[in-house]
């Protein structure tokens, strides 16, 4: 965005589950005035006081069971900002593109969707097993809800406060019983509702970093059931009451020329609306 622009305030929800090792390296790349919520599942390798001592106007919050869905729930809830983004820990997640998914929604989008998948974006970490599930996976949301995702179970996310209720993620009350959309499905659930809702989805060109430290909690045949699962049930449940989602080029919404961050190109984003009439409109 131009110095000139007026910036929207901007919180950053990371997830953590012992990443004390990780948290220089991205805490460095973050923007100075975003709000950091970090977002920790009770971790023992000080993950807390490494974040602390890195900015100490850091918002801890302990989530309230375990899962990345809830734990993504808890700092929605505690951020402030009138943006809110979803930043992985792990160091795979480029924090120099927030000012190209902020531009996003600024230029009229409601949800800035991240893509290693559309022209611009890549990834260095997927291995040939998640890349060839989350290609099935996400050919059948594209098929059953009539969108055009690329990369439906990215993690990199921003959107306006104002789409919470949209998501309808509550933390709840704090005990041991996994619950609905409190996984790795999170970004499916996420990604099917604000698309069925009929919200204007912008996909942002992202390029996706090996992890730098630790071992990711993600199992590729678990997760990826989790995640077929979650497809027809929020296909089921909620689909018959609101619109199909529509994808289409947006040429309206051109993000501004801007350094780009290591292996992101200049890419044309795609927006999912619920109708066209509403895209010429806008």
């Not at 923007?31 to 970090?38: G, L, S, Y």
């Not at 602390?52 to 951020?79: E, I």
């Not at 480029?94 to 190209?100: K, L």
Request: aromatic share 4%; glycine share 10%; proline share 6%.
């Amino acid at each position: 965005m131009s110095s000139t622009q007026h910036r929207p305030t901007v919180s950053v929800i990371i997830p953590t589950l012992n990443e004390a090792r990780n948290l220089a390296h991205v805490f460095a790349r973050l923007p100075a005035d975003v709000e950091i919520v970090v977002v920790d599942g009770r971790s023992t390798d000080g993950t807390v006081e490494v974040a602390r001592r890195l900015r100490p106007d850091v918002v801890v919050v302990n989530q309230t069971r375990r899962g990345k869905g809830n734990a993504l729930a808890s700092g929605f809830a505690a951020a402030t900002g009138s943006i809110i983004v979803m930043l992985d820990a792990d160091g795979s997640a480029d924090p120099g593109e927030i000012d190209a998914y902020v531009s996003a929604l600024v230029l009229g989008a409601d949800f800035a969707k991240g893509s290693r998948f559309c022209a611009g974006g890549g990834s260095g970490d997927i291995t040939r097993l998640r890349a060839l599930g989350n290609r099935i996976l996400n050919g059948l949301v594209n098929l059953l809800i009539g969108s055009r995702y690329t990369d439906l179970c990215y993690g990199y996310n921003a959107f306006w406060r104002r789409c919470l209720p949209v998501l309808e993620m509550d933390p709840g009350p704090s005990d041991s019983v996994k619950r609905w959309g409190d996984g790795f499905e999170i970004e499916t659930l996420i990604n099917m509702r604000v698309a069925l809702a009929g919200l204007r989805v912008v996909e942002v060109p992202s390029y996706e970093h090996h992890r730098i430290h630790g071992v990711s909690n993600l199992n590729a045949v678990s997760d990826g059931m989790r995640v077929l699962r979650t497809i027809l049930v929020e296909r089921r449940g909620k689909g018959r009451l609101r619109p199909h989602a529509t994808v289409l080029p947006h040429p309206l919404l051109e993000i501004p020329e801007q350094p780009q961050p290591r292996g992101v190109a200049d890419g044309p984003p795609t927006l999912v609306t619920n109708s066209a009439t509403q895209l010429e409109s806008a």
